[in-house]
């Protein structure tokens, strides 16, 4: 099963990566598409506005897609409002993140005062999801923006973000429900592999990215416990008996998996920005797979809110 909070973070920080020089006002749009064991199971939209000094936002569309939207359907939505300070830094004031997955929709909105920390929460939360359990409170000195999107406007307008091995960038975000550590370690360029699935290839950097959760952990209920304790030794057993099975027919063990998140960014030097053009999330024996499909740069330009944006 896939870490869904995991799986957000990625998808989030992966275009939270891109690096542009500081200028006028800016737009940039992106999507991307996921695969799962073969399949794609959903696509991405990003959206940002920005001007360092000035008002920025950001919103992103996730849809289900192939037998993802078959079995589940689904639609989710994340948006985030705030200022950039003179050296690029964000002052967050809203983040929202709603939507509709598997015929339950859901809604969360988190409200930042001018001191950055969290002055109002709403959700509104299918009682289904919370029958497994729910998050220990956060406590008040870290209900402390920026939202996890919001951290991502900061290394938009900070060009040295790719960096060496032996250096790394690290971000704290708060969510209204939980607090990570984001921390960002780089290789040096190497070659990316052409892919059908993207049109971007050639050289690029391979990036991890380290999440930490630092507070609100999820208690689960005892019922919730056990469900979750049967469904693991259910798959230890089933790996057990794929490797007996390959010894028997005299197979090498497979080689152990190194869980993580892999990013991979392209220098695109027509426009001076550094964009993610790949990425995997190795996790619980699974690999979900990330490919840029495009993307439109354009600044000094506007793009009108949504109808779900201008709503708020």
């Not at 869904?4 to 939270?16: A, E, M, V």
């Not at 030794?233 to 008996?241: L, P």
Request: glycine share 8%; proline share 5%.
């Amino acid at each position: 099963m896939i870490n869904t909070s995991r799986f957000i973070i990625t998808i989030l920080t992966l275009w939270g990566c891109v690096s542009f020089p500081v200028s006028a006002k800016q737009q940039l749009s992106t999507e991307y598409d996921i695969h799962w064991k073969g399949f794609r199971i959903a696509t991405s939209e990003i959206n940002a506005e920005w001007q360092t000094g000035a008002q920025y936002k950001l919103d992103m569309t996730s849809r289900a897609r192939g037998l993802a939207r078959l079995f589940f359907g689904g639609k989710g939505m994340v948006v985030a409002k705030g200022a950039l300070d003179t050296s690029g830094d964000p002052v967050a004031t809203s983040f929202r993140s709603y939507g509709k997955w598997d015929g339950e929709t859901y809604d969360r909105m988190v409200r930042f005062g001018p001191d950055g920390h969290m002055i109002h929460i709403e959700k509104d939360w299918p009682e289904k999801w919370q029958e497994d359990g729910s998050n220990a409170p956060v406590p008040e000195d870290l209900r402390l923006g920026p939202d996890p999107f919001s951290v991502l406007i900061a290394l938009i307008t900070k060009p040295n973000m790719v960096v060496a091995k032996d250096d790394s960038l690290k971000f704290r975000a708060y969510d209204g429900e939980t607090v990570h550590d984001i921390q960002l370690i780089c290789d040096a360029p190497s070659e990316l592999l052409k892919s059908k699935r993207s049109p971007y290839s050639g050289t690029a950097r391979r990036c991890e990215l380290n999440v930490e959760q630092i507070a609100g952990f999820f208690i689960e209920t005892e019922e919730a416990r056990k469900k979750r304790e049967k469904r693991e030794a259910k798959a230890r057993e089933k790996r057990e008996r794929k490797k007996a099975r390959n010894a028997k027919k005299g197979k090498k063990p497979e080689e152990p998996v190194k869980e993580g998140l892999y990013i991979w960014m392209k220098d695109f030097s027509e426009i001076g920005a550094i964009l993610p053009v790949r990425a995997e999330l190795l996790a619980d024996g699974t690999k979900v797979s990330i490919y840029l499909k495009s993307h439109h740069y354009a600044p000094s330009v506007s793009f009108t809110d949504t109808a779900q944006m201008a709503a708020q």
